[in-house]
């Protein structure tokens, strides 16, 4: 496909449309002479040109004749500008799309990074969610204590450990649901993407 192509049909269209335009402005013109009919000093016109040259002189032009053949041109120059509309727009869709396949490339080149990248960070939330299971069963054990004993303190803040909850269910699930890292995987296999 050529840039000249395009161009040229770009000025071909934009010809036509400044075409449908003066036919536009003719037919209103026609329009307007068949409203008002044939006036006496354009018949007299008509008689002047016979008399001056009667071999090549047209008696009158009528309006309605000419409006009608100035629809028929408008109608051809629409149909010609929607043929060239639909060309050029299909020339434009091309070149858009061989424009555009780099860029897609070099985007969908990301998804098996960002497989192994999540699938190191699933691998790391899941070892800190045994972790977590493993202190809060031992700390469950010993809370009734606590509140026998509010003056022992414990030798950690608990609550410092919520940021290894926040992805918890995104990454490993919750074991009731899946997770959305398993159903990211989901729609990348739907999809044909390669995930290694």
């Known amino acids: 496909m050529k840039d000249s192509e395009i161009s040229d049909l770009r000025g071909r269209l934009a ?3 400044h075409e449908a335009d003066g ?3 003719r037919q209103a013109v026609l329009y307007q002479q068949v409203a008002k009919g044939s006036s006496d000093e354009q018949v007299d016109q008509a008689a002047r040109r016979l008399i001056a040259n009667p071999k090549t002189a047209v008696l009158q032009v009528d ?6 053949s ?9 149909r010609a500008q929607a043929i060239l509309s639909k060309s050029l727009g299909l020339l434009e869709l091309r070149e858009g799309h061989a424009a555009a396949k780099p860029a897609f490339d070099k985007a969908v080149a990301h998804v098996p990074k960002l497989a192994a990248a999540l699938a190191a960070l699933e691998a790391a939330q899941a ?10 069963a031992i700390d469950g054990a010993v809370a009734g204590l ?16 919520a940021p290894l909850r926040t992805w918890q269910t995104e990454l490993v699930g ?13 729609e990348c296999a739907e999809l044909g993407l390669k995930l290694d």
Do not use: M
């Open 15 to 17: 010809e036509l449309e």
């Open 23 to 25: 036919l536009i402005a």
């Open 63 to 68: 309006p309605q004749a000419e409006l009608r």
């Open 70 to 78: 100035t629809a028929e041109q408008l109608t051809t120059n629409r």
């Open 127 to 136: 070892a800190a969610t045994r972790d977590l299971r493993a202190f809060e």
């Open 146 to 161: 606590s509140a026998q004993h509010p003056e022992e303190r414990a030798p950690y803040s608990e609550w410092q450990l």
């Open 174 to 186: 919750d074991g009731f649901n899946r997770s959305k890292l398993d159903l990211w995987r989901q």
